[in-house]
């Protein structure tokens, strides 16, 4: 750092990105620092808040500083603080930028303990000292002043108030970076994006075998669907030729008229019909649906929900639609639905007119034989009965005796249960629980006719003519023929659902015989005495005898007055239609032949056309969405994996979790780019952690930097070869010392492992112009680690004769860098960062565990190293530099210190 005049007033030396330093006088009474241009001192550096802290004049005359929240604080001796009154001298880190506190007038006074600390609880001390907190009108940051929440009270600045101790930090607890140098890590999105993509070919394996294999399946497995239509007519008017007769004219109920259509169309009749039409049966969906499990019932059932019909509300049109995979085959099942449902209509029309004609043919003729001296005796019938209408009459004699003979059923039945129930509890009364049980399983024969349930007939039919079959194919093939062997299963399979069925009936009998016998577990749920059974037998059989007795005399009067109301129905059915009867039917038959050529109701409008589009066809969004969800999962996968990565894969990862400096990156190289010096991008950024270094360690001569890492092939060794010719090319006098005795990588390097070096001098045998040897870059000198011998290498490092060694070299070379061994494996490397005035941590990417490089700053914090700033090896892609100089830009071309995607080698 190079020197400043001092001035005559309070002021603050300000580190620049090259190296030099700026003052600026403190004339104001407060004094904003930030990034902003409306700040009253500006520093162009991305880690500095657009207002980052404020200096202020105190009513003592002393100087203090306050941090306005800003996200990297403002830190003294490497502790966060509030606020702090300064002394002449002190060192303030605002973010990366190094700040010196300047007070030729001696009002500062020396350095004492008047800090809040970031972690106070109050911000009072006991110094009494006050901040001057009202500003003045005239200043120009007033908005910020109240942005940044600065008190409008004075508040006294000293000790904290609180209990416990005062926040003090280990010594590696220090600002990221210092100058303009660095580029520090940041974990903004787009470094989240660049993690991810360094699993690249994970998002790329991932995205293309769930897109291939979920496209692939949508567009063979989903099939588009393709529909058929046809339209049908249902006038509201049947039209007429001649006569007015009640199948013509207009049809009653209009909208139930069209809507039975619709039913009759999807009725299993019509649909029925239709599938055995050759037409049907030849598609590729007959042949589909003849060949699934379920026959004609699972046929009509798939076949009723592919087609669809819906009446059109404002319109005499029925909309008829066929859906299926083939168009073809979708018109051609239309329009056999079409056929059948017009054939149906036609022939359900032809069979009422034939019925009615036949039934007019019949009774005419019945009539005009019995009606003849039918007329005489029809007066006689009626006195008899004494009632003009004797079918009134005789259905009422037969509702009563139908009566009399239900309630004289319903009492046997309960005649019966009552003496089984009297039989049971008897049994059971006398302890015989076994014959109680069985009771239910003797039913009255009439229970267990079977023939009266459906299901049973139906069975009992399938049986019998899997039999029938099964004796024709006898003849035919013999008992190993496999038509045989499957009719015989189709009986035996019969047999067995006749049984199953009959075992049902006879357990739903058997339930219906407990339940009246009143066996509820319940309490008080069914229960009968043996003393009521009785009485209740009693007066069945007297009503039972009643009913007998009533019914016989009801069945003698219905059969009297049956007899003459069919003499009067015959008289009655003649009187008047002898003569007049054969004229009516004949012009009734007239009008049916006439009218039935005229043209009928319902038409169709429009046939079903073959489709050429598809109506549903959801592959190309189903593609689409399974394409956006394959990329989703792909991206989960690469994060992922960069969840469950142990090694460092970011300098950001290590800076973020403990507060270490970053002094800068370096990108890998390919073995066969050349050596590393070679690279200008890697140059570049050597010059770069040169800066920060010389920056942190000032002017002072002799500065022993120790360069280490968690663990071995890091890369440690090359970096501590480059950064010693980085600088002795800029006129510093370097001494670079393989501190690793028992992997001397830097002595191999410079072909001197088998030279006398660090051991003999530690050991006492050799000089230091004996061992000491110059390279060829100018002003680098390099110190071997020498033979190893018996001793431990950790014991001849802590003995003293090292630190004297390099209290020695001090006065000789402006920089020491001390290649030591990596951290954790032995204590060399903790030994010798006890003994140096700084250690730089080399870390490398894909290499370093994460918790072995947090453990290793942990130890070297606990030995007390200072630590100078970290290293990361492994920053991927090139860098553009547009910076301008004497108007022309220049960079570094991208394919110059670039590394490739996936690193092969590191020449480190």
């Given amino acids: 750092m190079s020197e400043t005049t001092k001035p005559a007033t309070p002021c603050i030396v300000i580190g620049t990105s090259d190296g030099c330093t700026r003052c600026v006088e403190l004339r104001r009474i407060a004094t904003v620092i930030g990034r902003r241009s409306d700040a009253d001192v500006q520093i162009d550096d991305a880690r500095v808040a657009s207002y980052h802290a404020e200096i202020r004049r105190m009513a003592s005359g002393r100087w203090a500083i306050k941090n306005l929240q800003s996200r990297h604080r403002t830190c003294l001796n490497g502790q966060p603080i509030k606020h702090h009154i300064l002394a002449d001298g002190d060192e303030l880190t605002i973010a990366s930028v190094k700040v010196v506190f300047r007070d030729p007038t001696g009002a500062s006074g020396e350095r004492g303990s008047r800090t809040v600390y970031a972690d106070a609880v109050s911000d009072t001390a006991a110094a009494g000292e006050t901040i001057l907190m009202s500003r003045p009108a005239n200043q120009v940051h007033d908005r910020s002043w109240h942005e940044h929440g600065w008190e409008s009270q004075p ?67 989903v099939v588009p669907l393709y529909m058929a239509t046809a339209k049908i007519r249902v006038q509201p008017i049947i039209p007429r030729l001649v006569f007015n007769t009640e199948g013509n004219g207009t049809i009653p109920f209009y909208e139930s008229f069209r809507n039975t259509q619709v039913e009759i169309l999807l009725s299993p009749k019509v649909l029925q019909r239709a599938m055995e039409s050759p037409e049907v049966q030849e598609t590729g969906w007959g ?41 073809q085959d979708a018109a051609k099942i239309l329009t056999a639905v079409l056929n059948a449902y017009i054939v149906f209509i036609r022939e359900s029309s032809i069979r009422v007119n034939d019925t009615l004609y036949q039934k007019l043919v019949e009774e005419y003729e019945s ?52 003496q089984w129930q009297r039989r049971q509890l008897e049994a059971l009364a006398a302890g015989q629980a ?46 190993n023929h496999p038509t045989m062997v499957e009719l015989r299963s189709r009986v035996a399979l019969g047999e067995r659902l006749l049984k199953d069925r009959e075992s049902q009936l006879d357990h739903a009998r058997l339930l219906g015989v407990e339940r009246e016998l009143g066996t509820a577990e319940g309490p ?80 169709i409008v429009a046939w079903p056309q073959e489709p050429t589009v598809p109506s549903k066809d959801r592959r190309v969004k189903l593609t689409g969405v399974a394409v956006v969800g394959s990329l989703f999962i792909a991206f989960g996968a690469a994060m992922l994996r960069v969840r469950l990565a142990t090694t460092v894969e ?24 050349g050596p590393p010096e070679a690279s200008p991008a890697v140059a570049e950024c050597i010059r770069k952690i ?31 070869i480059m950064l010693a010719k980085s600088l002795a090319s800029c006129g510093k006098r370097v001494l670079l010392v393989d501190v690793d005795v028992r992997n001397p990588s830097m002595s191999q390097k410079f072909d001197l492992q088998e030279r006398i070096g660090l051991i ?118 090139g860098r553009y530099y547009g910076h301008r100089y004497s108007n022309r830009p220049y960079s570094y071309s991208p394919a110059e210190g670039r590394s490739p995607e996936v690193p092969s080698e590191i020449v480190l």
């Fill in 155 to 221: 508040v006294t600045i000293g000790e904290p108030s609180g209990s416990g101790p005062r926040y003090a930090p280990p010594a590696v607890c220090e600002p990221s970076g210092y100058g303009a140098g660095t580029d520090g890590p940041t974990s903004s999105p787009m470094a989240v994006l660049a993690r991810l993509l360094r699993y690249k070919f994970t998002i790329a394996v991932v995205f293309v075998l769930l897109a291939g294999m979920s496209t692939g399946a949508i567009w063979t497995q």
């Fill in 287 to 327: 042949r589909v649906q003849a060949s699934l499990p379920g026959g004609t019932a699972g046929q009509l059932r798939r076949l009723l929900a592919a087609i669809e019909a819906t009446p059109q509300t404002t319109s005499e049109i029925i909309d008829v639609s066929m859906t299926s995979i083939n168009g």
């Fill in 367 to 418: 009539l005009r034989r019995e009606i003849e001296g039918r007329e005489r005796t029809a007066w006689r019938l009626r006195q008899e009965l004494a009632t003009v209408d004797a079918n009134d009459l005789l259905s009422q004699k037969r509702v009563r005796l139908d009566d009399l003979e239900a309630r004289l059923e319903e009492t046997e039945l309960e005649l019966a249960m009552a």
């Fill in 434 to 479: 076994d014959r109680a049980e069985a009771g239910p399983s003797t039913q009255p024969a009439d229970l267990m006719d079977y023939a009266l349930d459906e299901e049973w007939r139906r069975l009992s039919r399938d049986l019998e003519t899997a039999r029938q079959q099964a004796g024709d194919a006898a003849g035919q093939f013999g008992q």
């Fill in 524 to 603: 008080g749920e069914g229960f009968v005495s043996l003393e009521t059974i009785k009485q209740k037998i009693v007066l069945l059989e007297l009503r039972k005898k009643i009913l007998t007795e009533h019914i016989r005399g009801q069945s003698q009067t219905l059969n009297q007055t049956l007899n003459s109301a069919e003499l009067l129905a015959k008289e009655t059915e003649a009187i008047g239609v002898r003569h007049d009867l054969y004229r009516r039917v004949q012009a009734r038959l007239d009008e049916m032949e006439m009218e039935a050529k005229a043209p009928g109701a319902i038409d």
């Fill in 650 to 673: 970011g300098a950001d990862e290590v800076t973020l979790a403990s507060p270490t400096p970053f002094l800068g990156q370096i990108p890998m190289l390919r073995r066969a780019d």
């Fill in 690 to 720: 040169r800066t920060g270094l010389l920056y942190r360690l000032g002017t002072r001569r002799g500065s022993a930097i120790a360069v280490t890492s968690a663990g071995k092939a890091v890369g440690k060794t090359t970096l501590s």
């Fill in 760 to 877: 003999d001098l530690l050991e006492g045998r050799q000089r230091d112009q004996d061992v000491i040897v110059q390279s060829e870059a100018p002003r680098l000198s390099l110190l071997a680690s020498g033979v190893p011998t018996g001793e431990n290498p950790a014991e001849l490092l802590a003995n003293g004769a090292f630190s004297k060694l390099l209290h020695r070299w001090r006065d000789e070379y402006d920089v020491i860098l001390l290649d030591t061994t990596p951290v954790l494996p032995v204590a060399d490397a903790r030994i010798v960062a006890g003994h140096a005035d700084g250690t730089v941590m080399t870390v490398r990417e894909g290499l370093c565990q994460r918790e072995e490089v947090l453990e290793s700053l942990a130890c070297l914090s606990g030995t007390g190293a200072k630590l100078l700033g970290l290293v990361y090896i492994g920053s991927r892609g």
